[in-house]
């Protein structure tokens, strides 16, 4: 079965940091785009990273930008997401998401973790 | 970045049809199209239909989704009660290089 499983939220107060992981089970993570989308209590889903198959490219949401870091280790079948200088505002339930392109399908968000919280709170 | 334009909330009586809109600009939606995702409180999303407007593996035929200029659709026929959640659009902006969300439809079966 396929499986993504965040970790690394937790309390962390403002101007602090926090790194995440999403591990992969029953596949391999070097096959897909990886995305991290997160979402803060009550409110929508906001997508704040991708990063393409080597994890040469990257690509954030201008809320992010400078702070955050995409990273992955394929041969650990593991993302990582280093959050620099916590806002108020990062306070959310972060997912990470693998993109599916087979076939015809121009992509899709196919595969979600349950999440892990992140709470910024002095 | 903009997102997405829904409406916050639609309701519709069982067995009823819902079409659900997303709107956005010649380059997120008009592009490649959207993809829709449905979500229960406290649950993560799950993909309903891909870019091209396939659905994803398991989803009912009750459910499809479509794509005119700058708006695209989601429509649910033979509303059941399970099917009261969450309705999000999401598509990758290739001017901006950003995927974007709709602020998501919360759909209320009566």
């Known amino acids: 079965e396929l499986h993504l499983v965040e970790s690394g939220g937790g309390l962390v107060q403002p101007g602090g940091s926090l790194r995440l992981s999403c591990a992969a089970s029953?596949?391999?993570?070097?096959?897909?785009?990886m995305h991290w989308v997160r979402q803060a209590p009550g409110k929508g889903l906001e997508w704040i990273c991708y990063?393409?198959?080597?994890?040469?490219?990257?690509y954030y949401a201008d809320s992010v930008k400078g702070r955050f870091t995409f990273s992955r280790d394929n041969a650990k079948n593991s993302l990582y997401l280093q959050m620099n200088s916590l806002r108020a505002d990062d306070m959310a339930l972060y997912y990470c998401?693998?993109?599916?392109?087979?076939?015809?399908?121009?992509?899709?968000?196919?595969?979600w973790g349950q999440g892990t919280m992140v709470t910024v709170s002095s | 970045q903009a997102g997405l334009t829904q409406p916050p909330s639609v309701s519709k009586g069982l067995r009823q049809t819902a079409t659900l809109t997303c709107t956005g600009t010649r380059n997120n939606v008009g592009d490649h199209g959207p993809i829709w995702l449905q979500q229960y409180q406290g649950h993560p999303p799950k993909l309903l239909s891909y870019r091209n407007n396939n659905r994803s593996s398991g989803i009912s035929e009750r459910f499809s989704a479509s794509r005119s200029g700058n708006t695209a659709s989601l429509t649910i026929t033979g509303l059941q009660p399970e099917d009261e959640a969450d309705y999000y659009c999401s598509a990758w902006d290739s001017s901006l290089s950003v995927w974007v969300f709709g602020g998501g439809t919360k759909l209320t079966v009566l």
């Open positions: 029953g596949f391999a993570l070097s096959g897909f785009e």
């Open positions: 990063s393409s198959y080597s994890g040469s490219t990257v």
């Open positions: 998401t693998r993109e599916d392109k087979g076939g015809n399908t121009n992509g899709g968000f196919d595969i």
